[in-house]
């Protein structure tokens, strides 16, 4: 399932990714209607069901090598990409302990991981690494616990203490975000990083999220599906680099758009850790050329809709107003019209 070849592709100039028809079909597209609007969109994440990058407890795809790479060159141009305060120690060890063990047992090809009391042995056939090491003694790793696993895996990781009724993000790994910055969020609660968000606080939305991530079990892990767009895929988007990007946006036109405009899904995961009771959230990032969208057509036709309809503030926070015209209108050409059904 994961094509070696992949560790060529490029998330920065100049840019080549390829998604195979497979990649393709297992896209989570995040449309269940030909609208959009901010919701308490969120669900149990039981392995399973209709999307297949739903299907296990951490999702790892053909990109799996080359994203890993582009993570490295980010933390070594970067190393505060990777942040985690003290206080969250044994958040970092539960957080080995839940990838490395559901990573060896649903991924039996690609890790392997053999226990004896607390002298652990941890293979990735995929990065080509072996360590033993000792549980719960740092010195026995290469890099403090989170970034040592975090660095192995797709995708981008926070950690939250709950505390006074509210999570606080006091650590993470964030090197493939949509324009939002750890550094800056560090240390904050809930409702303080998302207060850029438009409309969602008068919605109820986080009032709701909140209180159920508080409640939030061990074992009973939750996803819900977030969306933005992005110009060439390029995973970087964050604050720290927006001069290096954030130009991109002007350079949309009718003849490059299906190539060079990307959908960006987050699949995002919440668990429960067990010892130190914290919150891992995982953002699991997949993009897609339009392109690649509109060889399935009911998602060409809907995401036309979609854009067409969005509401102004949120396409303003996105930061889609330079380009949304252009994309719908290229977008209109594989939109027949036809009713669709609810559902992806
Ligand atoms: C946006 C983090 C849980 C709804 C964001 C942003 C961050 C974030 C950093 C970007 C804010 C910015 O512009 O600076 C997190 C973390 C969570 C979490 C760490 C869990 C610990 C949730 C939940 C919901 C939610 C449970 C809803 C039920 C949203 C929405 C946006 C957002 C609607 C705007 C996204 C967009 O339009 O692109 N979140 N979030 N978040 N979050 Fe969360």
Same mark, same amino acid.
């Given at each position: ?22 990649t ?5 597209f995040? +449309?269940?209607e ?13 392995? =399973?069901?209709?999307? #297949? ?8 795809? !053909? ?8 993570? %490295?060159?980010?933390?070594?141009e ?8 003290? /206080?969250?120690?044994?958040? $970092?060890?539960? +957080?080995? $302990?839940? *990838?490395?063990?559901?990573?060896? !047992? ?23 690494? $072996?360590? *033993? +090491?000792?549980? @719960?003694?740092? !010195? ?5 616990? +989170? ?23 006091? =650590? =993470?790994?964030?090197? %493939? ?16 990083? /998302?207060?850029?968000?438009? &409309? ?12 159920f ?5 061990h @074992? &009973? ?30 350079? #949309? ?6 190539? &060079? ?15 130190? /009771? *914290? ?20 998602w ?12 102004? *503030?949120?396409?303003?926070y ?6 949304r ?11 027949? =019209? ?7």
């Open positions: 399932m994961i094509a070696q070849a992949s560790v060529k592709d490029s998330y920065r100039p100049p840019y080549g990714v390829t998604n195979s028809p497979e393709i079909l297992r896209f989570p995040p +449309f269940p030909d609208s959009y609007m901010y919701s308490m969109n969120v669900e149990p994440h039981v392995r =399973g069901g209709p999307v #297949v990058a739903m299907q296990n407890t951490f999702d790892i795809d !053909e990109h799996y090598v080359a994203e890993c790479t582009e993570k %490295a060159r980010i933390l070594a970067d190393p505060r990409r990777c942040i985690v305060m003290p /206080h969250m120690r044994e958040a $970092e060890w539960d +957080f080995v $302990e839940l *990838a490395m063990e559901t990573l060896s !047992e649903q991924y039996p090809d690609y890790f392997a991981l053999m226990r004896d009391g607390a002298n652990w042995h941890w293979t990735n056939r995929l990065l080509g690494l $072996e360590q *033993a +090491f000792v549980f @719960g003694d740092a !010195e026995t790793l290469p890099h403090p616990p +989170f970034e040592y696993m975090a660095r192995q895996m797709q995708g981008d990781f926070t950690l939250h203490d709950q505390r006074e009724d509210d999570l606080w993000m006091d =650590g =993470g790994m964030v090197t %493939a975000q949509a324009d939002w910055s750890l550094k800056f969020d560090l240390g904050m609660s809930f409702r303080q990083w /998302h207060a850029p968000v438009p &409309k969602a606080a008068e919605l109820g939305v986080f009032d709701r999220g909140l209180r991530l508080l409640m939030l079990q @074992g &009973k892990p939750v996803r819900r599906l977030n969306w933005t767009m992005t110009i060439n895929p390029r995973l970087d988007t964050s604050p720290e680099n927006y001069l290096v990007w954030g130009a991109d946006r002007a350079s #949309v036109t009718p003849d490059n758009a299906l190539d &060079k405009v990307h959908l960006r899904v987050e699949l995002q995961t919440l668990y429960r850790l067990p010892r130190s /009771h *914290a919150i891992l959230f995982s953002i699991r990032c997949y993009l897609l050329p339009l392109r690649d969208i509109v060889r399935v057509p009911k060409g036709r809907r995401l036309h809709r979609v854009l067409g309809a969005l509401d102004p *503030a949120l396409s303003s996105k930061g889609l107003d330079l380009y015209p252009t994309v719908v209108s290229v977008l209109s050409r594989y939109d027949d =019209g036809a009713e669709l059904t609810p559902g992806i």
